[in-house]
């Protein structure tokens, strides 16, 4: 009875768990909802992408770095966006170069 009655407590608190987590959504961080953080009024997807190249080239992860960089270049809707999101590939592609 009690191991009845204690796989029955930990099956609805991993249930309970498995919902707490599903139910959250992918949000930026905090630093990217200032607004004007980088140039310019950039889309929300477009603005993630940019800031997660930029983390993974901070950390050396050139290629991932890269994929984020291309992918906020393809989102980006002004020049301005364009500018920066191609300035930062052209600089992790030099990295990558450097390494090879």
Known sequence: MKRKLLLLTAGLLSALFMAACGSRERRLPTDLQK?????????SVCQYNLYQGRAYAAQGRYELAKEHLLLALAQSTDPITRRVAGNELKSVEMSILTRR
């Open 35 to 43: 607004p004007g953080m980088f140039f310019g009024d950039y889309e």
